[in-house]
């Protein structure tokens, strides 16, 4: 029996009797002998068995009572991680200056004729005070039969430390072989303060790599302003939950995601959504979380809190972008994890070539060679290449309120060269009404189109209540996806829908052609209305097309992409709209359940297409496609079939969306270059193959400086990003 | 060729042996989970190559104890995560993966690396 105590945070605690409640429960755990709990400090006191009880134990205790244990008290909070990092780099800092300090007297030194005993006195805190790092991270790592950058700087600093250090001490032995017994601490000393130097670059710069994530974590208010029996008090942010109506004045921040009750204003959702004109709101309008107040004063219920609201699930969709791996990034990787042991067999390769056909003294030659192998390799910059651009890449993105499903999409979609838009709700409003009326058939229409759930049955419903007509009831009624409805008024059959569903009911619409023609040739979905086999009238309704429509289709023309909209309207109307924002490839009279089937026919055409739709209803389209782009989803974001999820209803996000593909691709293949191309041309230099020509060799303290640098170009490459207008 | 270069020449192609051997040769021990797994963060990861059975959730916490910078962060990327290891704390993350195959988990930088086989 192993009896231990633990003390542990109790989360939901209100009263006395809350006290006595979890601590009876706790006790009642087979195993738990005392169990104390303290309301004002909201901690529990366990002492248990440890071989009969565990963590789940004591948490399922607790919550079975209706609270809730912390038990993991793994992570320390923000702060206390923040504060550590910025002493770590202090430290580093501070290494840096001491190597490079007591380096830079041993360079001065060697010319003044500095002896090597003060030399080795100097080098000595170098190389095993701040150069124990490389030391504590090789031999862990060797205990694994791994190898990293650390293996390979301190492979080369101890060989050129142990010799410098050997010539110190029995510098008769080196003379008698015919080497001037000089030593080589500044080689040893300079390395180390270069490469952390680098090191201290690299820390600084990647942090500002994963700023977009937090930064939008920093958004969140921390407090709401609930309204509690009439009163106003404010409670913590996780306090909130659903159903609570919150007060919010101008200049505030909205906590959560909710719906407005009361009160009017003007929103800057521009945080979130990447939308920067600010938003008017009313009741029944919903808020976000997060977003500005900027004028006026209203109160909203909350629908969404904790991790349901929108701010969340993008900073979770973001997090899990960064995350993911992009195809390009698997070379890299397979290289990394090869590059240490082939280096340190060059390095071995390079001193053997050296020592037998180098020039004399042969031994010193293929020393200082090998260790400017050891030195000049980088892996770090290769394995940093990819990732550091795929942060700033999609943390931009959320930025601008375009959000990257993983890394491999944001790939992909620099490669369309064909976008399909779906019509409704994504090139237009997705909102149409009733422009034309042909005969009296509003009534009937409406009736008929009560029981029916498409957007156009809502334009004639809404228009039929604005003239104040009465419904008349209809029984028997169908809806024909892609052909329209059907039913009965008065005993009479009544038919409302397109050219498909007259064919279908074999009805003659000959002498209703020219008005048909018209409408449809100004863009307008034409339905026509027969009763008991005969044409009685049309009804014409529009949608508005998208401000920024236009300006986005011109804009990925411009890029090369070939630009398709897709419809279940016919041929005329669907033309007459794309004519109005500049689409010359159209794709009409298309049911619900082809738009798959089109998007696969272009892929089979060998296009690499992305689909714009309202991902909802196209869901099966987005996943065909190469790209699946989910626009305007509002406080929806996780999109499953969507590579891309645009927030804002901006057209012209499409446009950056694929942008930001095409900089952070440029960035990362630049990265690659820069990286492989550094150890590429480096290496063979660092083992001599020029010094047979040119007599060039690569000085080991050169090649550090050279090393230091890579990694820090390759993630200030990335940073440069951040500046990218998309 | 005279005899110290001969020396060097053989010691030197048994020291590129010997590295290939050490580094690249080496067999994977392979530990069954059946919950929960600890994964000791220190010049690699031990174990290194777990197994896990699909569909059911597996945690795994990941101690740091190595202070090496490379080794700070660790990547599930088919799993869509990426988390921070300060060091000497646990950090745990639970998977859920739905299909059996081998999942590579490397650190921020790709230089040490894991597997998580999925049976």
Same mark, same amino acid.
């Given at each position: 029996?192993?009896?231990?105590?633990?003390?542990?945070?109790?989360?939901?605690?209100?009263?006395?009797?809350?006290?006595? $409640?979890?601590?009876?429960?706790?006790?009642?755990?087979?195993?738990?002998?005392?169990?104390?709990?303290?309301?004002?400090?909201?901690?529990?006191?366990?002492?248990?068995?440890?071989?009969?009880?565990?963590?789940?134990?004591?948490?399922?205790?607790?919550?079975?009572?209706?609270?809730?244990?912390?038990?993991?008290?793994?992570?320390?909070?923000?702060?206390?991680?923040?504060?550590?990092?910025?002493?770590?780099?202090?430290?580093?800092?501070?290494?840096?200056?001491?190597?490079?300090?007591?380096?830079?007297?041993?360079?001065?030194?060697?010319?003044?004729?500095?002896?090597?005993?003060?030399?080795?006195?100097?080098?000595?805190?170098?190389?095993?005070?701040?150069?124990?790092?490389?030391?504590?991270?090789?031999?862990?790592?060797?205990?694994?039969?791994?190898?990293?950058?650390?293996?390979?700087?301190?492979?080369?600093?101890?060989?050129?430390?142990?010799?410098?250090?050997?010539?110190?001490?029995?510098?008769?032995?080196?003379?008698?072989?015919?080497?001037?017994?000089?030593?080589?601490?500044?080689?040893?000393?300079?390395?180390?303060?270069?490469?952390?130097?680098?090191?201290?670059?690299?820390?600084?710069?990647?942090?500002?790599?994963?700023?977009?994530?937090?930064?939008?974590?920093?958004?969140?208010?921390?407090?709401?302003?609930?309204?509690?029996?009439?009163?106003?008090?404010?409670?913590?942010?996780?306090?909130?939950?659903?159903?609570?109506?919150?007060?919010?004045?101008?200049?505030?921040?909205?906590?959560?995601?909710?719906?407005?009750?009361?009160?009017?204003?003007?929103?800057?959702?521009?945080?979130?959504?990447?939308?920067?004109?600010? $938003?008017?709101?009313?009741?029944?309008?919903?808020?976000?979380?997060?977003?500005?107040?900027?004028?006026?004063?209203?109160?909203?219920?909350?629908?969404?809190?904790?991790?349901?609201?929108?701010?969340?699930?993008?900073?979770?969709?973001?997090?899990?972008?960064?995350?993911?791996?992009?195809?390009?990034?698997?070379?890299?990787?397979?290289?990394?994890?090869?590059?240490?042991? $082939?280096?340190?067999?060059?390095?071995?390769?390079?001193?053997?070539?050296?020592?037998?056909?180098?020039?004399?003294?042969?031994?010193?030659?293929?020393?200082?060679?090998?260790?400017?192998?050891?030195?000049?390799?980088?892996?770090?910059?290769?394995?940093?290449?990819?990732?550091?651009?795929?942060?700033?890449?999609?943390?931009?993105?959320?930025?601008?309120?375009?959000?990257?499903?993983?890394?491999?999409?944001?790939?992909?979609?620099?490669?369309?060269?064909?976008?399909?838009?779906?019509?409704?709700?994504?090139?237009?409003?997705?909102?149409?009404?009733?422009?034309?009326?042909?005969?009296?058939?509003?009534?009937?229409?409406?009736?008929?189109?009560?029981?029916?759930?498409?957007?156009?049955?809502?334009?004639?419903?809404?228009?039929?209540?604005?003239?104040?007509?009465?419904?008349?009831?209809?029984?028997?009624?169908?809806?024909?996806?892609?052909?329209?409805?059907?039913?009965?008024?008065?005993?009479?059959?009544?038919?409302?829908?397109?050219?498909?569903?007259?064919?279908?009911?074999?009805?003659?619409?000959?002498?209703?052609?020219?008005?048909?023609?018209?409408?449809?040739?100004?863009?307008?979905?034409?339905?026509?209305?027969?009763?008991?086999?005969?044409?009685?009238?049309?009804?014409?309704?529009?949608?508005?097309?998208?401000?920024?429509?236009?300006?986005?289709?011109?804009?990925?023309?411009?890029?090369?992409?070939?630009?398709?909209?897709?419809?279940?309207?016919?041929?005329?109307?669907?033309?007459?709209?794309?004519?109005?924002?500049?689409?010359?490839?159209?794709?009409?009279?298309?049911?619900?359940?082809?738009?798959?089937?089109?998007?696969?026919?272009?892929?089979?055409?060998?296009?690499? $297409?992305?689909?714009?739709?309202?991902?909802?209803?196209?869901?099966?389209?987005?996943?065909?496609?190469?790209?699946?782009?989910?626009?305007?989803?509002?406080?929806?974001?996780?999109?499953?079939?969507?590579?891309?999820?645009?927030?804002?209803?901006?057209?012209?996000?499409?446009?950056?969306?694929?942008?930001?593909?095409?900089?952070?691709?440029?960035?990362?293949?630049?990265?690659?270059?820069?990286?492989?191309?550094?150890?590429?041309?480096?290496?063979?230099?660092?083992?001599?193959?020029?010094?047979?020509?040119?007599?060039?060799?690569?000085?080991?303290?050169?090649?550090?400086?050279?090393?230091?640098?890579?990694?820090?170009?390759?993630?200030?490459?990335?940073?440069?990003?951040?500046?990218?207008?998309? | 060729?005279?005899?110290?270069?001969?020396?060097?020449?053989? /010691?030197?192609?048994?020291?590129?042996?010997?590295?290939?051997?050490?580094?690249?040769?080496?067999?994977?021990?392979? /530990?069954?989970?059946?919950?929960?797994?600890?994964?000791? /963060?220190?010049?690699?990861?031990?174990?290194?190559?777990?197994?896990?059975?699909?569909?059911?959730?597996?945690?795994?916490?990941?101690?740091?104890?190595?202070?090496?910078?490379?080794?700070?962060?660790?990547?599930?990327?088919?799993?869509?995560?990426?988390?921070?290891?300060?060091?000497?704390?646990?950090?745990?993350?639970?998977?859920?993966?739905?299909?059996?195959?081998?999942?590579?988990?490397?650190?921020?930088?790709?230089?040490?690396?894991?597997?998580?086989? /999925?049976?």
């Amino acid at each position: 029996m192993t009896e231990i105590k633990k003390t542990f945070p109790i989360k939901g605690m209100h009263c006395a009797s809350c006290v006595r $409640v979890i601590e009876k429960s706790l006790s009642k755990v087979e195993g738990v002998s005392s169990a104390a709990v303290n309301l004002a400090l909201e901690k529990a006191s366990v002492t248990y068995d440890s071989d009969r009880v565990n963590d789940q134990d004591l948490s399922s205790a607790v919550s079975n009572v209706g609270y809730q244990a912390i038990l993991d008290q793994t992570i320390k909070d923000e702060d206390v991680q923040k504060k550590e990092k910025q002493e770590e780099l202090k430290k580093l800092r501070n290494k840096v200056i001491i190597s490079l300090v007591l380096g830079g007297i041993i360079v001065v030194g060697t010319f003044l004729g500095l002896n090597s005993w003060t030399q080795l006195l100097l080098a000595i805190p170098v190389q095993f005070w701040v150069g124990l790092e490389f030391y504590r991270a090789t031999i862990p790592a060797l205990k694994h039969r791994t190898a990293n950058m650390d293996t390979l700087v301190a492979l080369g600093t101890t060989v050129a430390f142990a010799y410098s250090a050997f010539v110190t001490i029995f510098p008769q032995i080196v003379q008698k072989i015919g080497i001037e017994p000089m030593p080589y601490f500044d080689v040893s000393t300079i390395i180390i303060g270069l490469i952390l130097l680098g090191r201290y670059f690299e820390a600084k710069a990647k942090a500002g790599t994963s700023e977009a994530i937090k930064r939008l974590i920093g958004l969140q208010a921390k407090t709401a302003r609930v309204i509690k029996n009439g009163k106003d008090i404010d409670i913590p942010i996780s306090d909130v939950a659903v159903g609570m109506v919150i007060r919010v004045r101008p200049g505030e921040k909205i906590p959560v995601d909710g719906q407005i009750l009361e009160g009017e204003s003007s929103i800057d959702e521009s945080m979130v959504t990447g939308e920067s004109i600010p $938003v008017d709101k009313t009741k029944g309008d919903k808020v976000v979380g997060a977003t500005l107040n900027k004028t006026g004063t209203f109160t909203f219920k909350a629908t969404k809190v904790g991790s349901d609201t929108l701010l969340s699930q993008i900073i979770k969709l973001v997090e899990e972008a960064q995350s993911s791996k992009a195809p390009i990034q698997r070379l890299a990787d397979l290289i990394s994890s090869y590059f240490v042991p $082939v280096v340190i067999m060059l390095a071995i390769l390079t001193f053997v070539i050296g020592y037998v056909f180098g020039p004399a003294p042969t031994f010193l030659f293929a020393m200082l060679n090998m260790v400017a192998v050891l030195i000049i390799a980088c892996p770090c910059a290769m394995g940093l290449a990819t990732p550091t651009a795929i942060m700033v890449g999609t943390g931009l993105g959320a930025e601008h309120g375009i959000l990257i499903k993983d890394a491999s999409s944001l790939e992909t979609a620099h490669k369309i060269d064909t976008i399909v838009f779906d019509k409704t709700g994504t090139l237009t409003q997705g909102k149409p009404e009733v422009t034309d009326v042909v005969g009296d058939v509003l009534q009937m229409a409406a009736s008929l189109e009560k029981g029916s759930e498409h957007s156009l049955a809502e334009a004639i419903v809404n228009e039929a209540e604005s003239e104040k007509v009465v419904l008349n009831k209809v029984t028997s009624f169908k809806a024909i996806p892609g052909h329209g409805v059907e039913g009965f008024i008065g005993g009479k059959k009544v038919v409302l829908g397109n050219r498909k569903l007259m064919e279908r009911e074999k009805i003659d619409i000959t002498h209703e052609r020219s008005d048909l023609a018209k409408l449809e040739e100004q863009g307008k979905t034409v339905m026509m209305l027969g009763v008991n086999g005969k044409l009685v009238g049309l009804i014409a309704v529009a949608d508005t097309i998208k401000i920024s429509a236009k300006e986005a289709v011109k804009s990925l023309q411009e890029i090369g992409i070939e630009v398709v909209m897709i419809t279940g309207d016919n041929q005329k109307t669907a033309e007459a709209i794309a004519r109005q924002v500049g689409i010359k490839k159209v794709l009409a009279e298309v049911l619900p359940d082809g738009k798959e089937q089109e998007v696969k026919r272009l892929q089979e055409m060998g296009k690499k $297409v992305a689909f714009a739709g309202d991902g909802i209803n196209d869901a099966p389209a987005l996943a065909q496609a190469d790209i699946g782009i989910a626009m305007g989803t509002g406080t929806d974001v996780a999109i499953e079939s969507a590579g891309i999820t645009l927030v804002n209803q901006d057209l012209n996000s499409v446009v950056s969306a694929i942008k930001l593909s095409k900089k952070t691709m440029r960035t990362i293949r630049l990265n690659l270059f820069w990286a492989f191309g550094y150890n590429i041309v480096l290496i063979p230099v660092a083992m001599g193959v020029l010094y047979p020509f040119f007599h060039i060799l690569l000085n080991p303290i050169f090649a550090s400086g050279a090393m230091a640098m890579s990694s820090i170009s390759v993630v200030s490459n990335s940073l440069l990003l951040k500046k990218a207008k998309i | 060729m005279s005899t110290d270069k001969i020396i060097v020449t053989i /010691v030197g192609f048994i020291g590129i042996l010997f590295t290939y051997w050490f580094f690249l040769m080496k067999k994977e021990k392979e /530990v069954m989970v059946k919950n929960e797994v600890d994964i000791t /963060v220190s010049g690699g990861y031990s174990p290194e190559v777990i197994s896990i059975t699909v569909g059911k959730t597996t945690k795994i916490n990941f101690l740091r104890t190595d202070p090496t910078e490379c080794l700070h962060d660790v990547v599930l990327s088919d799993f869509k995560i990426r988390k921070e290891l300060p060091l000497n704390q646990k950090v745990s993350i639970e998977v859920t993966p739905q299909k059996t195959g081998e999942y590579p988990f490397s650190c921020g930088m790709g230089m040490y690396h894991g597997k998580i086989i /999925v049976k």
